[in-house]
């Protein structure tokens, strides 16, 4: 799936890049995953877990751009990456295609400006237009800020996970199982 279009956030009204991602945006993505890594504890990776390199990346993302059924959105302000969303299918088996899973993060500095809300809209929709039944996702379970925008946009919770994570320091974490029909 391809996307790239220029939109004005509702919340601040700051112009942004909303696109595909390729493999010239490798760089950018790396800096971006490694930033937000180190702002929050609400992904999957401990601050310095992402090792990929350049080329690696580059390779994935240019494999990503290539699948039609997969998309990795970028969103750039004046530039600099601030924002990625993803979608690919649960399996590639017959049983599983109708599903697909998402994951996001927002730079620190975008959060709560509609930047969140933007890349997920733009995902459903192209989720349905690729003939997705079902938009699945993970969310830590203290992210409430993450938990009403999802229901917002008409995700439910169907399952939780006691100590999903964890982190350095020994604490844990719960995640929620969201859905949403399409």
């Known amino acids: 799936m391809l996307y790239s279009k220029t939109h004005q956030l509702k919340k601040g009204g700051e112009t942004i890049e909303l696109r595909s991602a390729g493999a010239a945006d490798a760089e950018a993505m790396i800096e971006l995953l490694n930033k937000v890594d180190r702002q929050t504890k609400y992904l999957s990776r401990e601050p310095g877990e992402f090792t990929a390199s350049i080329e690696e990346e580059a390779n994935w993302l240019k494999n990503a751009e290539s699948d039609e059924t997969s998309l990795q959105l970028i969103a750039f302000h004046q ?13 590639a088996k017959r049983r599983f295609v109708h599903r697909a899973v998402l994951g996001m993060m927002v730079e620190q500095g975008f959060q709560g400006r509609g930047l969140g809300r933007l890349m997920l809209e ?6 349905k237009q ?13 992210n409430l ?5 999802y229901s ?3 995700f439910e919770v169907v399952g939780r996970m006691p100590n999903a994570l964890k982190y350095a ?10 859905v949403k029909p399409l």
Do not use: H, K, N
């Open 152 to 154: 917002s946009l008409g």
């Open 122 to 127: 733009t995902s459903i929709g192209l989720c």
């Open 145 to 149: 800020r993450a938990i009403a925008l």
């Open 169 to 178: 320091d020994g604490s844990r974490a719960a995640v929620y199982d969201m």
């Open 79 to 91: 530039g600099e990456a601030v924002g990625c969303c993803g979608i690919s299918p649960i399996a």
């Open 130 to 142: 690729a003939g997705f039944e079902q938009l699945e996702l993970e969310v830590v379970a203290q």
